[in-house]
Structure formats: C-alpha cells, structure tokens
C-alpha cells in the first residue's frame, strides 16, 4: 500500500493508538478515572487469565469476519459502511431457516444455516453495490440508510413475526426469536469458555481471501478496478460486475458474521447482535493495512481492546460510550497519520516549516 | 385510516411540523454544501449534530440560557470542523473514512458526556414559538409557515442568504473555483488550505446548530441518538440539491414532510408497524440518490487532497 518499510508502518500505526488513547486518558480524568488503573485494567486483563484470552478471540472472530469483507469491498473501490446492517440482515435470514427446519440433522443444518446468512448478507451488500455501478449512487451514504433500514427491520420481525412463541405466552414480551436447534450450534473449543469454532471458521476464510484477492485473476481485476478504474476498464475487466461481485461478498462476509455470533454464543436472534462490529470491523480492516491476513493481528489487538474497555469500565465504571469514542479517535489517527506512510518526505517537510519562515510566493513575472 | 390523515386540522398539523422540521436539514445540509463545494466531503456531520444537540442541552441546562446552548453548540462545530479540516486539507486524509471516525468519535463522546453530566431524560427551556403579526393570523398559511421559533425562520433564511455568498460574492467564487480546480486557484493568489478550512469551520458550526435545534428548538430534552441519522441524511441532501441552497431546500422540505409524516402516523396510532414509519425516510433516501444520480455534475475536486508542494 505504502512506500514505506514495515517498521515505519508499524510505527505510525503504533503512534496512532497511543495518540488515541492519549485522548482517551483525558476523558478518563473528565470521568474522576485514573487512567493508569483504567489502561491497566484494559491492556492486561485480556491477557491474564483463561477468560481473559478466550473472551480476546470471542470478540476477534467477528471483527476478522467483518473486517474480511470490507477489505475485499476496500480494494475493488468500494467503501462499505454497511457491514452493521449486513451483519443484522445475515443472522435474521439465518435464524429464521435454522428456526423453519429444526429436525434436519445437525450437518446439514449448520452449513446451510450459515449459507443462508451469507447470501442474505450479500444481497444486502449487492444493493448499494449494484447502485453504485450502475446509477453512480455514493455507496457509504446508501449503506449507511441501509444499516438504519435494516435495524428497524429486524426489530419489526422481533416484535412481530419471529418473536418467541413463549415470550409471548409469557407475556413478557421481550424482542428476541425462540431458541435455534442444537444440532445447529457452533460447538464450543474449550469446555467452560464461549471460545466456538466461529474463530477456526475465521482464521480459514482470512487464508481463503488472501488466495482470492492475490492468487486467482477474479481476484487480481478486482484489485485493478480498487486501484485503476479505467485503466483497467481499458484492459477489458467488466468494471461494474467487479464492482457489484466485491459487495455481493462484502456483504456475505458481515452477514455470516453475524449468523457465527448467533450460532457461535446467544443461540437466538435478539437485537443488538451486532454490538458496533460493523464500524468496528472498518477500524480492524483499515489497521490491518487492508490485507486479508494483516486483518488478523488487527483484530486480536481490537478484540482485546475492546474487551479490556469492558474491563476498564467495571474496574474504573465510567460510560460505555467512551469505547466508541476512542475508536472515532483510532480512525482519525490512522487516516490522519497515513500521510506519513505515503509520502516519506512528508515529516521531514513539516518539521521544515517550523523552522523556517513560510515560503515567499514567487514572483514569476507578474501579470501575462 | 386515511380520513383521520385527511382530516383539515391533521393535514396543517403535518405540514407545521414538516416546516419545523426542515430546520435541521437545512442547517447541516447548506453548511455541508460549503464544505463540499470547496472540495471536501465532511461525512462526520451527524458527529458534529450529536455533540452539538448535547452542547446545546447541557450548557442550556446548566445556566438556564437557551441561547448561551447555541453559542455552545457553534462553538462546538467551530471546533470539529477545526478537527476535520486538519485531517483531510492538511494531512490530506482519505476524506470518506475521517468523516466516519468524526462521526464515531462525535456520537459516542456525546454520549459519554451525557451519561457522565446529566444521565436521565430531563426538559430544559427551549425557545419558543414567535407567531410574526398578522402573517401568522393568515388561516392555516398562517399556522403552517409564520408560528414557528427563530431557529425555523433563521434557517429558512439561510436559504437566499448562502445562495448570494456562494454565486454573488468573491469569496464565493473562490470557494467554487478551489472546488474545481484546486491548481488554477491556487496559481491566481487563492490560499486553497485557507478556503477549505473556512468552509469546513463554516458547515461544521451550521451543523452544530442543527443539532441544537434538535435539542433547544424541538424536543427540549436530550435522548441517545437524537440526531436518528439526520446527519447523514444531509449529506445526502446536499447530492440531491445539486450543490444549490434552492435545491437543498426543496429536497430539506421532501424529507421533513416524510419524517413529518411518519410522526404522525406514529402519533394517530394507525395500523402500520411504526418500525416501517421509521424506516421511510432512509427508504427515501436511497430512491432519492438513484434518481439523481448518474447524470449530476459535481464539484470536480470533491474529495481529492490538494497538495500545493506536489507529491
């Protein structure tokens, strides 16, 4: 992506979270929190303990699942803001198919369970996609109606047709659908945790993008299309298909997302699912540098944070929406700082210009 | 159903409110129109509203002062759009995701604020209806257009008002010429860095207002997520205006009847899933950028970094 060697890379994004959570340690002193406890709690919990490490990767698994579409969306041109409302999408169509055949037999259940979330997440994706190619509509404004479309969607099956029968029998009411089979579910990987095959799930697809996107020529045009769009229409590849194929699986990737949360940890569709992976899935892919397989150490870094920033708020209780923020703030960063990836001079010029006086227009003859 | 939408008194009840509700469109949509007719697509705008519908409240709360609340919410824009600004005119930052980290960075510090000041739902003084003399006894005209707060008027008038600065003034031209050839301006003596980052300030505090309408001339109470996507929204406004305040208006007056609209049906109880009411706007939306899309001309330097040293 960058001129730049690895270690510079590494060193700016580095800077970046450090820059952020700089900021953050001021709204932490804002919320009477010493942010020395709060960033202890958030950088060790994770990684002290059984749960610790198993709740890091429960969280990693969405994030590489999200963060895996939006950089196959990122790479052929096409900003999906979307992944929230694909996710949402994915694991209602999921959860009502595991729901319509409960007695098929576990094997054939849970793939095709996980089938359906995806094509109904890639048609959620394809939608924004297909009007970007063809009627040149602004694919981050349209994925972003779409997320809000989706969440009232989803809510309306709650509430309505998909609620569990006993919820209302019950009378409590309370929006979520009746229990998926077990022969559908995720089997756990360590007795005692909520760490599923999800993650195995995960990592494997990560192998299988970095082969597409780099090993096979579908993959190659639609990385011609990210970097040269007409060039590479003048090479004969059909622009739009590309275009419409890279959300069809950029939406899939976030709607299996989450159908494996569902599959993987609640059992049942409730809202909320998708607990802010869908704009969290953007800051991992951007940090992974946009690959398939940097995507993975972004989202164990990102998995933990967030888990720590869980932590942190019960160790120091300050508001939960200071997760968010401090996300905002990552991004802000790690675009902001990526200038210094792209144009190696780039620091040395604004050192330059604190030192010196601003250069004088120069006068170059005057008027014609 | 449809004769309780019928009826004279629900009809002028929905336009008033579709009136007032035009507000905050328009204030965020003209101010972004700057922003991106100099070239810059500022996507944090419902960041901005957030923090600025919580400024707003908060100060209004504190002091008992709706206006010292605008004062903060401008302030509040002033300086996110300062933020902005820096990131994608001097660190020539790829414009579409520093928008959204705006926006994340926006709603979820205005939300940690709100928990950590206030945390419950309480009202606060808000401004009040100026009904203007004898416009307003007009019948029904009257209750439509001239009962509203300053806040409606004053957005309304922003409407010609930023139409004269963007085509009538000389500023104006050269936020429109930095927006198109960001080089030839720059060859005729026009700062492109200081040009950007007046418009970015500029939308960012309209934007800030916006939110404070939300707040201080509508609800006069602060919720999560108040601001439901209108910042967005008015990104999308500013597209389907075709970059021109008198565009702005009547797409700013499309969207507030709709969400007018789905209010009332909300409102009258009647027989449709309100989630669908909810979605109709954002449906709209999407409709709205296909059918304009495609055949708009748009500022040619929007979203591009200008880099007076070259690479």
């Known amino acids: 992506m960058g001129k730049q060697s690895p270690g510079m890379k590494l060193l700016v994004l580095t800077g970046a979270v450090v820059g952020a959570l700089l900021i953050g340690a001021l ?6 929190a010493n942010p020395l406890v709060a960033y202890k709690a958030m950088l060790l919990g994770p990684f002290s303990s059984r749960y610790g490490i198993t ?21 052929s041109g096409t900003l999906n803001i979307g992944a929230e409302g694909q996710m949402m999408i994915g694991a209602l169509a999921g959860s009502a198919f595991a729901l319509a055949f409960p007695s098929l037999p576990g094997i054939i259940l849970l793939p095709a369970t996980l089938l359906v979330s995806f094509a109904a997440g890639a048609l959620w994706g394809g939608i924004p996609g297909w009007l970007k190619a063809y009627l040149n509509v602004n694919e981050i404004l349209s994925t972003i109606m779409l997320n809000a479309i989706a969440a009232q969607f989803v809510t309306y099956m709650l509430r309505g047709p998909l609620i569990d029968p006993k919820e209302v029998s019950y009378g409590t009411g309370f929006p979520q659908t009746a229990q998926i089979a077990k022969a559908a579910w995720l089997p756990r990987l360590l007795p005692r945790t909520r760490l599923h095959w999800g993650i195995i799930l995960a990592l494997v697809l990560a192998g299988l993008v970095y082969i597409f996107l780099w090993r096979t020529s579908l993959g190659y045009k639609m990385r011609t299309v990210g970097a040269q769009k007409e060039a590479s229409r003048y090479g ?22 989450g159908m494996v949360e569902v599959l993987g940890i609640h059992h049942r569709l409730m809202d909320g699912i998708s607990g802010g992976y869908g ?79 601003p250069r004088p227009v120069p006068d170059e003859g005057g008027a014609q | ?90 660190m020539q930052a790829e414009q579409g995701i520093s928008g959204i980290g705006l926006y994340m960075f926006g709603w979820g510090l205005a939300g940690f604020l709100f928990r950590l000041t206030v945390g419950y739902i309480t009202s606060i003084d808000g401004f009040k209806p100026i009904a203007i003399p004898l416009l307003s006894d007009i019948p029904v005209l009257g209750t439509v257009l001239f009962d509203h707060n300053w806040m409606v008027y004053f957005a309304l008038l922003m409407v010609p008002i930023t139409w004269v600065i963007l085509f009538k003034t000389t500023w104006g031209l050269k936020v429109r010429a ?62 389907f205006g075709r970059w021109n305040p008198w565009g702005i208006l009547g797409g700013a007056f499309l969207f507030s009847f709709v969400d007018a609209l789905q209010l009332w049906i909300q409102v009258l109880g009647l027989n449709i899933p309100y989630e669908f009411a909810v979605m109709t706007p954002y449906v709209l939306t999407i409709l709205a950028l296909a059918l304009v899309a495609g055949r708009i001309w748009e500022p040619a330097a929007l979203g591009r970094p200008f880099d007076r040293e070259g690479g």
């Open chain 1, 27 to 32: 709204l932490l002193l804002m919320a009477g």
């Open chain 1, 55 to 75: 709740e890091t990767l429960v969280k990693t698994t969405p994030l590489i699942l999200v963060a895996l579409g939006i950089v196959i969306a990122f790479r």
């Open chain 1, 236 to 257: 004969g590849v059909r622009v739009e298909r590309m275009m419409v194929l890279a959300m069809l699986l950029s939406g899939g990737f976030a709607g299996l997302a």
């Open chain 1, 279 to 357: 704009f969290s899935g953007i800051v991992v892919a951007l940090f992974g540098q946009l690959h398939p397989l940097g995507v993975i150490p972004a989202a164990i870094l990102f998995g933990a944070l967030m888990l720590g920033a869980d932590m942190m708020q019960r160790a120091v209780s300050v508001p939960a929406a200071i997760v968010f923020t401090i996300q905002g703030l990552v991004v802000l960063f790690v675009v902001g700082s990526d200038i210094f990836i792209r144009r190696p001079g780039f620091a040395a010029r604004i050192f330059k210009r604190f030192k010196t006086p």
């Open chain 2, 1 to 90: 159903m449809i004769h309780q939408l019928l009826s004279l008194s629900t009809i002028v009840g929905i336009l008033a409110t579709a009136v007032r509700l035009t507000t905050p469109f328009l204030l965020a949509a003209l101010g972004e129109m700057f922003a991106q007719r100099s070239g810059i697509y500022n996507l944090g705008v419902e960041g901005v509203m957030m923090m600025g519908a919580f400024g707003g409240f908060w100060v209004a709360l504190v002091t008992g002062s709706a206006w010292l609340g605008i004062l903060a919410a401008m302030g509040i824009g002033a300086l996110m759009g300062l933020l902005m600004a820096f990131i994608s005119v001097t």
């Open chain 2, 178 to 239: 930095v927006g198109v050839t960001p080089e030839a301006a720059d060859t005729l003596g026009v700062s492109v860095a200081r040009v950007r980052y007046t418009c970015v300030i500029i939308g960012s505090v309209m934007a800030g207002l916006a939110g404070a309408f939300l707040t201080l001339g509508h609800t006069n109470m602060y919720a999560d997520n108040i601001t439901a996507g209108r910042g967005f929204i008015a990104v999308a406004l500013v597209y």
